[in-house]
């Protein structure tokens, strides 16, 4: 598996947007005309894109290449508390495969050399929860909408 994170261009919206609307089945399946529901999303994701870069200034944003292709992004706040996934997303068609399980892998051992937990919140019925709890992550906190999870140093790495 070739995997390379580079950080974001300007010229990756359009591949963001694709990615978030992947994410999203809520937003593209509202009874909308066509050009209404793309304003919708398009609202939705710069809504997004503005309240992560506002929560976590610091937060590096990288694209997800695999075997030459684009395939998802990463957010990732290395505070000096603790690695805090802000989002994490990969394209349908290679879901599945272990991409996560390899990125999430690859934080933890980033947080045993920075001795630092890693946090993320995962809304509520969203499958990624289910990695998350194999990978060894524990529910700290439920808002009702989100679960807030985190992983210790002290946890083995799965």
Do not use: C, K
Not at 14 to 32: G, I, N, Q, S, V
Not at 133 to 153: A, K, Y
């Amino acid at each position: 598996m070739d995997l390379i994170l580079r950080p974001v261009r300007a010229a990756d919206r359009a591949f963001l947007l694709h990615l978030f609307t992947e994410a999203r089945p809520d937003l593209a399946a509202l009874p909308l005309p066509e050009a209404a529901r793309r304003q919708m999303i398009d609202l939705q994701f710069d809504a997004q894109s503005r309240g992560y870069a506002q929560s976590f200034p610091r937060a590096s944003h990288d694209i997800v290449h695999l075997n030459g292709r684009d395939v998802g992004q990463r957010r990732l706040d290395r505070g000096a508390e603790a690695l805090h996934l802000v989002d994490l997303s990969v394209l349908s068609d290679v879901r599945g495969q272990g991409l996560g399980t390899r990125l999430l892998r690859d934080m933890q051992r980033e947080a045993v050399t920075a001795n630092r937990p890693v946090r993320l919140s995962v809304q509520h019925g969203n499958p990624a929860a289910g990695l998350y709890r194999r990978m060894g992550f524990v529910v700290t906190g439920d808002t009702g909408v989100h679960l807030t999870m985190e992983w210790s140093p002290g946890s083995a790495i799965s």
